[in-house]
């Protein structure tokens, strides 16, 4: 059985495509550990922060390393950022939940066209999310406040914080224009802005100008 | 306070500049523009510290049975298309295989090659039968010019005894008793017609 590493290289120095093509050819075992140590807070935060709920979180994540595991060999392109294609499958993964969870929601709900899933999303979701990551008052309601941005906006905050992507890199997996993304990184630190200051009890100054 | 306007498509510049999204050249453009904007230094300095609150975000990890079921499954996923890429090969048929191929190649060798030891020599009779074959021509003094050793010749008279009219002919021929300047594989048989 072929899956230990029987070099004693030290697999942290490996890029992500060095990994991945060790996994591929030999099925190392320790290479794709490496692979998703090295990735995974990072995709299950972002998958995390976008649904709100540790057991959607759990199983969008196991349904991402599944796609990955078996599409790996078809689909993935080693020339591309590996990490960019893991993410682009989480993000699908997660925005098809999202959208069958709002059919769900949304079925009997009026024709409003500035209504937002989120706006109605039960508190007890946010609260929820937020109990299990971290206690302490800030960080809480900083989370609670992502939690409440226009899932567009959130996205791009969450990919941008987490993976430090670029914004043609945004615009490539969420499919909007770079304008688009930055748009919405914009509005989002602007929404996120209000929300600091309203909390703080201070007069939103600047927000409100355009 | 003065309006950002003055700087053309402020609203984006502005985030990605506390993105570090701009090139050295509309960072410049920016940073002059916020020396003569307050309103612009104030709006990028809040975006700023938005973003660095974005900083504290934690990170939360999987559970550590989803970890090891991912770990499970990308092992026996390489496993099993291992398989599939070689369904037969196991260590019992990999082992009859080989053994199979051994002893169709010894068989080959034992049945065939006796026969590979002969073939030569088919050839060489075949090629001598063609080196040694009889061409006759007549030249202008209607002389028959056999091209061909004395045991060809013998080989002819053999064959002719059991044929009258060859024999016939033959005897019709006379042996000429000056030879010409050929070479010595044609000089053995020189034959010519009689008058009759």
């Known amino acids: 059985m072929r899956l230990t590493n029987k070099n004693n290289m030290n697999l942290r120095d490996l890029d992500d495509q060095q990994l991945v093509r060790l996994y591929r050819k030999d099925g190392d075992e320790q290479a794709f550990k490496t692979l998703l140590k090295r990735h995974e807070s990072k995709i299950y935060s972002y998958i995390y922060s976008m649904v709100g709920n540790g057991e959607t979180a759990n199983d969008i994540f196991q349904e991402t390393f599944t796609k990955v595991i078996t599409k790996m060999d078809e689909t993935y392109n080693e020339q591309g950022k590996w990490i960019a294609w893991v993410m682009r499958i989480a993000h699908n993964a997660t925005i098809d939940y999202l959208r069958k969870k709002k059919r769900f929601v949304d079925v009997n709900s009026h024709q409003d066209p500035d209504y937002d899933f989120y706006d109605r999303l039960p508190d007890e979701g946010v609260v929820d999310a937020q109990r299990g990551i971290e206690k302490d008052e800030a960080k809480d309601s900083l989370i609670k406040h992502i939690g409440k941005l226009p899932k567009e906006q959130r996205e791009v905050v969450m990919l941008r914080h987490y993976y430090e992507m670029s914004f043609k890199e945004i615009a490539e997996i969420t499919d909007v224009s770079i304008n688009t993304a930055l748009g919405r990184m914009r509005y989002a630190l602007i929404n996120l802005r209000k929300m600091f200051e309203k909390e703080n009890g201070k007069e939103v100054k600047f927000a409100e100008r355009r | 306070m003065e309006?950002?306007?003055?700087?053309?498509?402020?609203?984006?510049?502005?985030?990605?500049y506390v993105l570090n999204e701009l090139d050295p050249s509309e960072v410049v453009l920016v940073e002059r523009a916020m020396e003569k904007d307050m309103d612009l230094l104030i709006e990028i300095e809040c975006l700023r510290r938005?973003?660095?609150?974005?900083?504290?975000?934690?990170?939360?990890?999987?559970?550590?049975?989803?970890h090891d079921a991912i770990i499970h499954h990308a092992v026996s996923?390489?496993?099993?298309?291992?398989?599939?890429?070689?369904?037969?090969w196991n260590n019992t048929t990999a082992m009859a295989t080989a053994t199979a191929v051994v002893f169709s190649v010894l068989?080959?060798?034992?049945?065939?090659?006796?026969?590979?030891?002969?073939?030569?020599?088919?050839?060489?009779?075949?090629?001598?039968?063609?080196?040694?074959?009889?061409?006759?021509w007549v030249d202008n003094n209607n002389i028959l010019h056999i091209n061909q050793s004395s045991q060809s010749s013998s080989n002819i008279e053999n064959i002719s005894a059991g044929n009258s009219d060859l024999q016939h002919s033959l005897q019709r021929l006379k042996l000429i008793d000056h030879s010409l300047p050929l070479s010595p594989d044609m000089r053995d048989i020189q034959l010519t017609r009689t008058s009759n």
């Open chain 2, 107 to 136: 068989i080959s060798i034992v049945n065939f090659y006796p026969e590979d030891m002969e073939l030569p020599k088919m050839i060489d009779q075949s090629s001598a039968n063609e080196s040694k074959a009889v061409n006759p």
């Open chain 2, 50 to 66: 938005t973003l660095k609150k974005l900083e504290s975000l934690p990170l939360r990890n999987p559970p550590a049975n989803i």
């Open chain 2, 3 to 16: 309006k950002k306007s003055n700087l053309p498509n402020a609203d984006d510049l502005c985030v990605e």
């Open chain 2, 77 to 88: 996923h390489y496993h099993d298309n291992r398989r599939s890429l070689f369904p037969r």
